[in-house]
T-cell receptor
Framework: KQEVTQIPAALSVPEGENLVLNCSFT??????LQWFRQDPGKGLTSLLL?????REQTSGRLNASLDKSSGRSTLYIAASQPGDSATYLC????????????FGKGTRLSVIA | EAQVTQNPRYLITVTGKKLTVTCSQN?????MSWYRQDPGLGLRQIYY???????DKGDVPEGYKVSRKEKRNFPLILESPSPNQTSLYFC?????????????FGNGTRLTVT
């Protein structure tokens, strides 16, 4: 059974720092991996999706990497801003079709001005 | 604007009173799904649908029903709500069988059952 773990559960950094959020998964046979952002009381916003054949994806100040063999993904946030404060969730999909996403429990990020 | 719309955003009800949470998407997505989010447990899938008239159970389907009569709509039905169904609910949709198709989420419905 696929399990997804995100460490740390919470992280507080000063504004301007570069930071890395970690995601690990137990079964390396994945279809894709997705990073989401969730603001308090709100829905999930898709940030980046990495297909199984890809090693990384970039969007603005965000860069996500994937190492299937070690069962790890990282989300790198450059030059953090207070507006980046949110919970970041990692989710893994094992196959196509009806295969559900398996979510980690998230890392709650606070960027202090 | 491409979006997943859930209604209502907030709902307070009493045990046993049937309710429906609606979900609609305007992206012509085949795949739709319902999740619940609880502190310490994360997001768990309730039901999903791969197309019209095709639905199946997720990890926590007990106490819930769904229907998919039209491609754009996927309502979640609680026939007899109980306090343990108090939770934050999310509807999501995506294209089916596209490795690069992200899952799009609605803004959530916070349900309280007293």
């Amino acid at each position: 059974k696929q399990e997804v773990t995100q460490i740390p559960a919470a992280l507080s950094v000063p504004e301007g720092e570069n930071l890395v959020l970690n995601c690990s998964f137990t079964d390396s046979a994945i279809y894709n991996l997705q990073w989401f952002r969730q603001d308090p009381g709100k829905g999930l916003t898709s940030l980046l999706l990495i297909q199984s054949s890809q090693r990384e994806q970039t969007s603005g100040r965000l860069n996500a990497s994937l190492d299937k063999s070690s069962g790890r993904s990282t989300l790198y946030i450059a030059a953090s801003q207070p507006g980046d404060s949110a919970t970041y969730l990692c989710a893994v999909r094992r196959g196509s079709g009806n295969t559900p996403l398996v979510f980690g429990k998230g890392t709650r990020l606070s960027v202090i001005a | 604007e491409a979006q997943v719309t859930q209604n209502p955003r907030y709902l307070i009800t009493v045990t046993g009173k049937k309710l429906t949470v609606t979900c609609s998407q305007n992206m012509n997505h085949e795949y739709m799904s319902w999740y619940r989010q609880d502190p310490g447990l994360g997001l768990r899938q309730i039901y999903y649908s791969m197309n019209v008239e095709v639905t199946d159970k997720g990890d926590v389907p007990e106490g819930y029903k769904v229907s998919r009569k039209e491609k754009r709509n996927f309502p979640l039905i609680l026939e007899s709500p109980s306090p343990n169904q108090t939770s934050l609910y999310f509807c999501a949709s995506s294209l089916l069988d596209r490795e690069n198709s992200p899952l799009h989420f609605g803004n959530g419905t916070r349900l309280t059952v007293t």
